[in-house]
């Protein structure tokens, strides 16, 4: 069923040489010019024939199978041979990958195809180096039409490494060398093969997704309840095991988020402290909102260690977080909040705190690549945000009413411009 169909889809003709000795080559096709034209109603009968003379290398091998697709015809890629060697490597690497690391080998046209683990936690793949989370969940499930059998459905979870999140960030160049672009979902593999890769309404999209993987695995009993398809190439999944699977891993999935936002949080903070203690050095030159110089001294403390509450954690105190954004008038902070303003005031005590959202375009598409390439126009565009924020909080009522509505306003229009731009680099090189 799978090799003619999946043959048929790209090309006009399948021929097939299998041995078990390497002087007995077996050959059989299919070609559909002959089917449609009359000459061809059944499968021909194998017969012995020589392997075509530049594949003749091939013979070497004790036993082997080989299959050539001819008159290729809906090819993706363009047709273009290195485009689509190098492609169904990918493609194999990753769904055979603990047959190739257990010792098996796949070529296409002579290329060794090296596997490719998701999780990034196979030694054997060129990329790992990630951690397991946790220990891995099995979830005993019925199997449908036996007396009571059981079969075990296994998840396994990994966080990629913190360096990696750093150093990479959303670098689109680093992200498909390393396949984390095509890594952001949940393996599901059948009796060690991969048979899909994908969300299954497991989880709405989010930029944490990046750093952390999900592999579900279960044997062919299950294939009723996950729903694989003839071509054993898709699942999907049956509403109760797809809820089932959600329910135990919802836990896991938010503990990885945490820590992944955890860390962006303290290497923004890190990254951003030149601009506030330029903002401190240089507010004396400015006037001091009534409003933050007329604060009570005992509110003024209770926000601000309420804030500071906030940014502890990952062995750092509240007192630690407290002494290192004391008298600082303006601080950088960071949330993750869909459809919100790509920044937010508020105020803490005498300081006033600017929150950039990193589900915004702004995010993602200004800020983040100055963070890795220009830290000196990353400090300029904070100190640009930071006197935005001193400007609203000298502001009257009304004043301040009027920049919270066009934030609102800004970030839209913003969001809008940024849409089509995936990088600044980019957006430069291509016009």
């Excluded at 999944?237 to 896991?252: F, G, P, Q, W």
């Excluded at 919100?340 to 929150?355: D, I, L, N």
């Amino acid at each position: 069923m799978g090799l003619p169909n999946s043959s048929a889809s790209q090309c006009r003709r399948l021929e097939v040489y299998t041995w078990e000795k390497p002087n007995e080559v077996y050959f059989c096709y299919l070609d559909i010019d002959e089917i449609a034209a009359g000459s061809m109603l059944v499968v021909p009968e194998p017969i012995r024939k020589e392997i075509p003379s530049q594949y003749e290398a091939y013979k070497a091998s004790p036993t082997g199978t080989m299959v050539i697709w001819r008159r290729c015809d809906r090819l993706d890629s363009a047709g273009r041979e290195d485009t689509l060697t190098r492609e169904i490597s990918v493609t194999l690497g990753q769904t055979y990958r603990y047959f190739l690391a257990s010792g098996k080998m796949i070529q296409v046209n002579g290329r060794i195809v090296k596997p490719f683990d998701p999780l990034f936690l196979m030694p054997e793949a060129e990329h790992s180096g990630a951690m397991p989370h946790g220990a891995p969940i099995r979830i005993d499930v019925p199997v449908p039409g036996t007396n009571g059998d059981k079969s075990p459905v296994t998840i396994k979870f990994s966080l990629l490494p913190e360096e990696w999140q750093m150093t990479i960030g959303k670098s689109t160049k680093k992200l498909r060398e390393y396949g984390i672009d095509r890594s952001r979902g949940f393996s599901i593999v059948r009796a060690g093969r991969e048979v899909d890769f994908g969300r299954f309404r497991l989880r709405r999209p989010h930029w944490t997704d990046s750093w952390w993987g999900c592999e579900i695995s279960f044997e062919p009993d299950l294939d009723e309840l996950f729903g694989v398809t003839h071509t054993k190439q898709q699942v999907k999944l049956h509403e109760s095991i797809r809820e089932r699977i959600e329910k135990d891993i919802s836990a896991n999935l938010a503990t990885l988020s945490d820590i992944i936002v955890s860390r962006g949080r303290k290497a923004h903070a890190t990254n951003s402290q030149k601009a506030e203690i330029i903002a401190k050095e240089r507010d004396k030159y400015l006037r001091t909102s009534p409003t933050l110089r007329g604060k009570d001294p005992d509110l003024a403390e209770r926000e601000l260690r309420a804030y500071a509450e906030s940014r502890s954690g990952d062995g750092v105190t509240v007192d630690e977080v407290l002494d290192n954004i004391r008298d600082r008038p303006l601080l950088m902070d960071f949330e993750n909040l869909p459809g919100a303003p790509f920044y937010r005031v508020r105020t803490y005590g005498t300081s006033t705190v600017v929150t950039l959202n990193r589900e915004h375009p702004f995010f993602a598409r200004l800020y983040q690549p100055l963070c890795d390439k220009d830290p000196a126009s990353k400090t300029a565009l904070e100190l640009l945000l930071f006197a935005l924020a001193k400007a609203e909080t000298l502001a009257e009522d009304e004043g301040m009413l009027w920049y919270r509505s066009q934030r609102q306003e800004w970030s839209r229009v913003l969001e809008v411009y940024l849409e089509s731009v995936e990088s600044l680099d980019r957006a430069f090189a291509e016009h």
